[in-house]
């Protein structure tokens, strides 16, 4: 068998490469997702840090613009209880000059591009200093970078976020969250300077997705959703073809039984012909050679012999026939069968034959199913024999007019079935010959069906009668004894 | 009709009671009857030149009626074939006469049809071969014809007269009125009408005239 083995493969194939599709959207989708958060947080963090910068800018010019007002002196003081990330803010009053060579030419810088200007940066202690020129004193500002952080604000959990964090500047690095970067899977980075010239450092953030941050779940569902799906239709597809042999073997069946029904009688035909031929020559020849003038007795005799011999061997034909076809006998195999389960089986079978004549057959009877004593298989013959019949008895009157009931009764230790419709009913003089075998109405029938059924329903210690229907319309009613419970 | 002349009725069947019954009754109305049981010893053996029928069962072990009658076809035999069958189809009957059968019959036959079939067959078969001889003969007079004396019989069997015979092939009446009367005595026909009848056929066939 090819074929089963060939769905199988496809269906497999099929799950495979529908799955990993499917898998590898949603992979992407997930990361996708994953980016995008990344992308917005590490803008969120370099968005508050560069606040943080400036506002470190427009403290220290502040400071150098309020000085005229001789109030300087507590403010610059005041500060660092103010900001937490201030440590301490220097002064140069007028005249006088940075102790210190660095602040000193962060000074002239400051003075050459009118902002403030690093000074000392050490990013590892978190700290920086910032200078800014002004007149008549110049101020210098000590800033914690740790404590700079607005940690109130930040959009992530700096302790058990994934996401590493860092700020950047000339080789120095200051990590504000160390995030967990480890190897394989997808890597995202980040990297833009603080929007403050004064402080040029990196917001550098990084964020490495690992394997295990997949999807497994969803992509685990969508695998299983889709062999669930592929199975169905593969299970589909084999009862398809399942139903399909099925019907073809049902059909092969009644071909291979018409045809042997044909052998049959072509092979009776033969052999009861040949003696049949001889007894009629002979006979007709010897009341010819009676009828000649003087009459040839003695061959007419010798021809009579014959004539009788082979009606014996006509006879014998015939005895041989009925021991071949012999049916085994149906009284030995009786068990309980329901009535009402043995007619649903049968409108089963003939559901398509009651579909293309338009015929919704009913079932009339007690809820409670009648078992009778019958053979199984013979008892659904003969229903399926009378409802054939009932359907082309049917086929000749309007669709409209076309009603088939199956009646089911029990009584007197007695369960009946009876098969009624709506037909053209059977005329007075065919029916007492109804039963006869090898009696048909139909062009083409063998006039073998209601003998047989009669036959079956006998054997089963039944009967199988036929009635007119009023207004119109044929009834046969089967009556089998009812089963002992 | 003498004894060798009867009509022969050759029964091909394979079943014995069969033959000796049919053989008996068909032998009542004074036909002669050959029985076979086996066709091949039956196409080996019978004679094709005795006047007569055949009479062949369908359904026989080995070799189908219906082939025999392909065969029989095929040699060209010319006796009427009656076929009998048990379990005739309409099939089986469409092919039988298409091939050529005379005459279909089913089993078990009446005497009445059997025997008229019989008799038929035998009437036709005689008349056919009559029908032969007659060609043959008239085919065999119209050879000993000169050239001359054919075109002259065509334009006879065409309708002209003499003087219109002679202008047509450029000769005297009186030598178209020789030919004519030679011819006449070549054929042996007795008059203008026996003439035209026996030999306008031929005339036509051999000259193309139409």
Known sequence: MRKPVRRFATGLAVWLAVSALGCVVLARDELRRLRDAFETDARIAHRLL?????????????????????????????????????????RRDAGQVWPDPAMREAEAKSRAHKRAVLAHADLAAARYQ???????????????????????????????????LALEHQGQVLLLQPGRIGEG??????????????????????????????????????????????????ALARQRAGRQRAEELLRLGQVGRLNALGELAAGMAHELNQPLTAVLANSQAAQRLLDEDPPDIGTARSAMAQAVQQGRRAADVVGRLRRAVERPDLSQ??????????????????????????????????????????????????????????????????????????????HDGIGELSVTDSGPGVPADVLPRLFEPFFSTREKGLGLGLSLCETLAQGMGGTLSAAHHRPRGAVFTLTLPLAST | MN?????????????????ASLALLIGT???????????????????RQAIGAIVLDVRMPGISGLTVLDMLVAQ???????????????????????????????????????????????RQHVKSRERHQAGREARERY?????????????????????????????????????RANLFAKLGAESLAQLIRQYAALVERQDGVP
Request: hydrophobic share 50%.
């Open chain 2, 3 to 19: 004894a060798p002349l009867s009509p022969l009725i050759h029964l091909i069947d394979d079943d014995e009671a069969v033959r």
């Open chain 1, 333 to 410: 195999q009786l068990t309980a069968v329901a009535l009402q389960d043995a007619v649903r089986s049968v409108f089963y079978l003939l559901e398509p034959e009651f579909n293309r004549c338009a015929i919704a057959p009913s079932l009339a009877g007690p809820s409670a199913s009648v078992n009778v004593r019958a053979d199984p298989v013979a008892i659904e013959q003969i229903i399926y024999n009378l409802l054939t019949n009932a359907v082309h008895a049917l086929e000749q009157v309007p669709v409209t007019e076309r009603e088939l009931v199956v009646g089911v009764a029990s």
């Open chain 2, 76 to 122: 060209g035999v010319d006796q009427p074939v009656i076929m009998l069958t048990g379990h005739g189809t309409v099939e089986m009957c469409r092919r039988a006469f298409k091939a050529g059968a005379a005459e279909f019959l089913e089993k078990p036959v009446d005497d009445e049809a059997l025997l008229e079939a019989l008799q038929n067959a035998v």
């Open chain 2, 143 to 179: 050879a000993q014809l000169s050239e001359r004396e054919r075109e002259v019989l065509g334009l006879i069997v065409a309708g002209l007269t003499n003087k219109e015979i002679g202008r047509a092939l450029d000769l005297s009446p009186r030598t178209v009125e020789t030919h």
């Open chain 1, 130 to 164: 910032l200078v800014l020129a002004s007149e008549p004193a110049s101020f210098a500002m000590q800033i914690d970078l740790r404590a700079a952080v607005p940690w109130s604000e930040w959009p992530m959990p700096p302790e058990t976020s994934k996401v590493r």
């Open chain 1, 50 to 90: 560069s606040q943080r910068a400036v506002q470190h800018d427009a403290v220290l010019g502040t400071l150098a613009l309020l000085q005229p007002a001789g109030t300087v002196e507590r403010a610059e003081e005041r500060l660092p209880s103010l900001y937490a990330q201030i440590i301490g803010v220097q």
């Open chain 2, 29 to 47: 109305i004074g036909l002669r009857v050959q029985a076979w049981s086996d066709p091949q010893a039956f196409l080996a053996g019978f004679d």
């Open chain 1, 185 to 234: 899977g997808w890597r995202f980075d980040f990297r833009k300077h603080l929007a403050a010239d004064s402080q040029p450092f990196d917001v550098v953030a990084s964020r490495q997705v690992s394997w295990s941050e997949l999807p497994w779940g969803e992509m685990l569902a969508w695998v299983a959703a889709v062999g669930a799906a592929v199975a169905g239709l593969v």
